[in-house]
């Protein structure tokens, strides 16, 4: 386990003992100190566009909590993925090092190994309480069975689930679902489904731990389905007035894409895609709004920082079919290293720390996250994988 040593901050510098010049912007003008343990949310959505919320200019598609999270908060007009697709940047914002380093270049490449040390394996050895909910998609979640792209005997090498990686509560896939009755293969209009046949299980399974499955409260939104777990496990550690550290990462708005009718109706004037698309995003709006609204009544809302970002561009080659993502004004798209590929939108919210309403064009990417977090914690590695890969920290 990692070992990180404490150190003594005076008030009137509680966020600039830390080295990363990040925290610089999000002290605020009354500059109250760190409360010692903040809780620590991670949220990140799945081909989310840059173009694809409020916040960025979006008009169409609804995004009140986001939208209001960036007015609370710091708005990253240059926030970037560290890949083009999903599984490097994943791991880049639990180890603050670069895919090529940990060995996860790729979706469905590699898997996270002993060494790395992740966020969730320091902040536990704080006494933080740790979760991973939603899209894991670092690895394989079981070696005796067939379960999404890799799972069964034949990708036991790169078995490394949740669990083994600093995680005590997991609810994960090891990768994509439909985003409404996840476990249920849709019409290919939904798009991505491979050779499923539809109506019939989609393949992949929520994991739970070592050899569990989840079996109940699987039907609906998927956003809701996962804010479903995500919910008691933060009100548990509220209770034991325990620190949290919560990795939400919802697979909204990846193929196969579906919204359901409330959402759709939503949206009434365009066209079947676009109302599945924009309402999948609407429908995870709402439940960060669900897990905000929450985070007030539990009294823990001030002391709780919450990330938010998407793990690259919008899907496909163009606006077409189910992929209606946007790039905004940006070139390229996923799997493209321009612009619209690896910039995406992002926000922080942290009532106690961060004045709302400011925006910054500092250059900022996923792999920040670690040393960001752990310095505005006040913790110094000990025991960490050298280098970190870092834009505002060199080790």
């Given at each position: ?367 920040d996250y670690f040393p960001t977090i752990l310095g505005a914690l006040g913790f110094e590695n000990k025991g960490q994988v050298h280098p970190l890969d870092s834009n505002i920290y060199r080790s």
């Amino acid at each position: 386990m990692i070992e990180i040593k404490s150190k003594k901050r005076p008030i009137w510098c509680a966020i600039l003992v830390s080295v990363f010049l990040v925290l610089v912007l999000f002290v605020p003008v009354y500059a109250q100190s760190i409360p010692e343990k903040p809780n620590v949310i991670l949220i990140m959505a799945d081909d989310l566009g840059w173009g694809d919320v409020g916040f960025n200019g979006n008009f169409y598609i609804q995004t009140p909590n986001l939208d209001d999270m960036a007015r609370n908060g710091i708005q990253f007009n240059r926030f970037y993925a560290a890949s083009a697709v999903c599984s490097p940047t994943r791991g880049s914002a639990l180890t603050g090092r670069h895919p090529e380093r940990y060995g996860i270049t790729h979706a469905n490449v590699g898997h996270m190994k002993p060494e790395e040390i992740t966020l969730a394996e320091a902040l536990k050895g704080q006494g933080y309480a740790t979760g991973h909910f939603g899209k894991w998609h670092l690895g394989t979640m079981t070696v005796t069975e067939k379960d999404a792209n890799r799972g069964g005997s034949d990708g036991a090498k790169d078995y490394s689930p949740p669990w083994l990686n600093g995680f005590d509560v997991c609810f994960s896939t090891e990768s994509k679902v439909p985003t409404w009755n996840p476990m249920v293969t849709p019409d290919k209009s939904a798009g991505d489904i491979g050779d499923r046949t539809p109506g019939e299980h989609f393949g992949t399974y929520y994991w739970i731990g070592e050899g569990r499955k989840a079996t109940d409260n699987l039907d609906g939104d998927d956003s809701r389905v996962i804010m479903d777990r995500v919910i008691p496990f933060i009100k548990e550690a509220a209770v034991k007035d325990t620190p949290f550290f919560a990795v939400i990462w919802f697979h909204t708005p990846h193929l196969p894409v579906l919204a359901g009718p409330e959402y759709r109706a939503l949206y009434p004037d365009l066209s079947e895609d676009k109302q599945h698309y924009f309402g999948s995003i609407t429908a995870m709006d709402g439940q960060i709004g669900r897990l905000r609204e929450t985070l007030r009544e539990l009294g823990v809302a001030d002391d709780t920082m919450i990330w938010f970002c998407s793990d690259n561009g919008s899907e496909g080659s163009e606006q077409a079919n189910r992929a209606q993502g946007s790039a905004g004004p940006f070139k390229g798209r996923k799997r493209s290293l321009y612009e619209g590929g690896i910039r995406v939108p992002a926000v922080l919210e942290w009532p106690s720390q961060v004045q709302g309403g400011r925006k910054t064009n500092l250059p900022v990417s996923t792999s920040d996250y670690f040393p960001t977090i752990l310095g505005a914690l006040g913790f110094e590695n000990k025991g960490q994988v050298h280098p970190l890969d870092s834009n505002i920290y060199r080790s």
